[in-house]
């Protein structure tokens, strides 16, 4: 006969080796998870903190250059012409962008979702832009769109599409809504296919055309797609450096100012003017508008996908 | 009895021989050997072999004498961003490349080393310098570095065209516009002259003119200089180069007819368009010689921990028989009196009395001349006046 006391004690014992468990259990988690924490501490928490702190300070290449403590770098950037002009520059390329971007890759995602002949060709080929290097890419693109490439040759333009202010920034959106298109695509494509067939099944059943059923459920069901493209690309699009960098050669946002992007202004005011409090700053304001848009995209387009 | 001596005569010799080879070890190991990084980036193997020769040079002769062993050190990508870290680290290398266009920045910054006393106690030589060229290397009396070699600007023509227009490469800006305007009308190439929108180029013309980009930027001598460099191209006398093109390629391809540019055009030349004749002259003037040069010098980062050694290796980078062997390719001009540049490079030579160091030592040199590309940009397309770029370009210089 097990007597209460007996009950007791072994609940007792069960309760300690439960709690050992799970101390040992949160241990190895903890464990883990020191790694990617510290890794997430030093090389980006720690380097954040560090840029609000210098953002205060006249900071050089060696440190304080001048005495005085104060938020005159953040006066100095809202108050200098090129950041605004920058920060148009940015909100035009985005703007333009990231919906192109979707539009095409949820265009190739639509016809590579069909059982179509050579879906896997199309698949790769239609991928390969986003794997290329988008410093070859950019250089080809240059030679192809230069006044006497081959674009020009063939449909009898004379225009300098990447040296004319007014054609540049149309040239970097094309180039660069192409080349992540393949990305875009992939995401969309996933999405698409966690549409369950029973629905398409129901509209097949009510004779609903194939452009209502895109607009009516297709779409519809890719919100939450929609979502992520547009925060992550949105974000991707506005740290825009590397196309531009090559073919201004440099951060100078030549022609008059077209390619001039908030990266490049911090650009240059650390390595141009080794002001790096001033680029600290601009860098922190930046980081304060973006994470200010990600909140408002998670507000509006976010709710209605959580809904 | 004549046995054991010669016994005991072998071995006290044989101790005598094991006792002086060892001392000679201990003396060896008693020489100090400090290890000396020079570095830059390369332009390309040339270069690159270029600089591994002088260091084997100098660690054959200076360096085995002194007890500095030098090891040349390529840095690769970004050169400005990868020693503005090492300046930060402290650990940028002993003795390093600057360019002109940034030395105010970095004695601004503080992390470039004033070489005056290291001059003064060795007896180095500053004379067999050209004045200019050094003095894009200075601040006030102060020598940041020495340089290593430069090139100004040259006009460089096709034959073909210049031949067919029957004109030859002009001196004047007058003899330009005519020469341009005989091309234009008598050959295939419809816009003669390739104009960079760049003041690396229009600065020369401003020279030129009587004007200076470090005085009185706002003058009439500049605006009538800025005038007549727009005007080129806004006449159809003068194109800029498409983008991914410079006016070497220009020239190169047959496009161009006259072009501006430095002696690194010659290198070029010959590997990529070795069948296209052209010819080089002077660059042209009006009222007066004018002309930029651009120029790299040898330095010591301040923190530098070997400075001594640093200053031998320089000392002898920039001396005489360094420069010797660096002019050897002929890959740029000497910056040294005393040193021939390689044969053909005349027309360049001769304008280092009066060529104006490119960044003028001005700390904000970096973030003007953004606004110099930018501002021309603009009033090439019309839509900032000569004016305006001069005031915004004249700010930017003061730091505003």
């Known amino acids: ?307 | 009895m004549t046995k054991r001596l010669v016994v005991i005569l072998g071995l006290f010799v044989t101790a005598v021989a094991l006792l002086a080879a060892s001392a000679a070890q201990a003396g060896h190991r008693s020489v100090k050997v400090t290890n000396v990084t020079f570095a830059g980036w390369s332009s390309g193997p040339d270069e690159d072999a270029l600089d591994t020769q002088m260091a084997n040079a100098f660690n054959r002769t200076v360096g085995a004498k002194e007890g500095v062993h030098v090891t040349w050190q390529v840095i690769n990508g970004d050169y400005g961003q990868a020693m503005t870290a090492r300046f930060a680290a402290h650990n940028a290398p002993d003795v390093f490349y600057v360019d002109s266009s940034v030395i105010g920045s970095w004695i601004k910054q503080g992390v470039i080393q004033p070489l005056n006393g290291y001059v003064t106690k060795s007896h180095f030589d500053t004379k067999a310098f050209y004045p200019k060229l050094l003095g894009a290397f200075e601040k006030g009396k102060t020598i940041y570095g020495f340089p290593k070699d430069w090139s100004p600007l040259a006009t460089e023509t096709n034959n073909a065209l210049l031949a067919q227009a029957g004109v030859k490469a002009p001196r004047t800006w007058a003899q330009l516009k005519s020469d341009a305007q005989a091309i234009q009308q008598k050959t295939s190439a419809k816009h003669p002259i390739c104009l960079s929108a760049d003041w690396a180029r229009m600065g020369a013309f401003m020279y030129q003119n009587g004007g200076s980009i470090t005085n009185n930027l706002t003058s009439s001598a500049n605006a009538q200089a800025v005038n007549f460099y727009v005007g080129l191209i806004k006449s159809g006398l003068a194109y800029t180069p498409p983008a991914g093109s410079w006016c070497g390629q220009e020239l190169g391809q047959g496009h161009a007819a006259i072009i501006f540019e430095g002696n690194w055009l010659l290198p070029y030349m010959k590997s990529t368009y070795p069948n296209t004749h052209y010819g080089v002259a002077p660059m042209v003037h009006n009222k007066k010689q004018g002309n930029l040069a651009f120029t790299v010098s040898w330095s010591i980062a301040k923190n530098d921990k070997n400075k001594a050694a640093a200053w031998k290796v320089l000392s002898w980078l920039v001396g005489k028989q360094g420069e010797k062997i660096w002019m050897s390719k002929g890959l740029a001009l000497s910056p040294r009196k005393d040193v021939p540049s390689i044969g053909g490079r005349k027309p360049f030579l001769a304008a280092a009395p009066y060529a104006h160091g490119w960044g003028f030592g001005n700390p904000n040199f970096a973030s003007a001349y953004t606004v110099m590309g930018n501002d021309l940009n603009a009033v090439i397309a019309g839509s900032k006046t000569t004016q305006q770029m001069l005031a915004d370009v004249g700010k930017a210089l003061k730091g505003k």
């Not at chain 1, 004690?9 to 259990?25: D, I, K, P, V």
């Not at chain 1, 962008?97 to 539009?103: D, S, Y």
């Not at chain 1, 790769?124 to 490439?149: C, D, E, H, K, R």
């Not at chain 1, 825009?240 to 090559?246: E, H, K």
């Open chain 1, 1 to 307: 006969m097990v007597t209460p006391t007996a009950t007791r004690a072994a609940q007792s014992r069960f309760n300690t080796s439960l709690r050992g468990a799970r101390a040992r259990e949160a241990g190895w988690g903890f464990g883990f998870a020191f790694v990617p924490l510290a890794v997430l501490g030093l090389f980006f928490i720690y380097p954040l903190g560090y840029a609000v702190y210098i953002s205060f300070f006249h900071w050089g290449i060696l440190g304080k250059t001048a005495p005085g403590t104060g938020t005159f770098n953040y006066a100095k950037v809202f108050h200098d012409p090129i950041f605004g002009t920058a920060l148009k520059n940015i909100a035009e390329y985005t703007f333009a962008v990231v919906p192109l971007e979707m539009t095409l890759g949820l265009s190739l995602a639509l016809v590579i979702n069909q059982k179509i002949r050579g879906r896997n060709f199309f698949r790769s080929a239609f991928y390969f832009p986003s794997i290329a290097s988008s410093v070859a890419i950019t250089t080809i693109i240059l030679y192809i769109f230069s006044q006497n490439g081959l674009f020009n040759h063939l449909f009898g333009f004379s225009t300098d599409w990447f040296g004319n202010a007014s054609t540049i920034g149309w040239g970097i959106v094309s180039m660069n809504a192409w080349t992540t298109s393949g990305t875009v695509m992939l995401f969309y494509l996933a999405a698409l296919q966690a549409i369950p067939d029973d629905v398409y099944e129901a509209a097949a059943l009510d004779n609903t055309s194939a452009w209502r059923t895109f607009w009516k459920i297709t779409f519809p069901l890719l919100r939450p797609a929609h979502f992520f493209c547009l925060v992550v690309f949105g974000i991707g699009a506005l740290k825009l450096f590397d196309q531009p960098f090559l073919i201004a050669k440099g951060a100078s946002g030549a022609p008059n100012y077209s390619t001039m992007y908030p990266s490049f202004t911090i650009y240059n005011a650390a390595f141009g003017s080794y002001d790096f409090g001033l680029a600290a700053a601009a860098g922190v304001i930046y980081f304060v508008l973006i994470f200010g848009l990600t909140v408002v995209q998670r507000l509006t387009v976010g709710r209605q996908e959580a809904a």
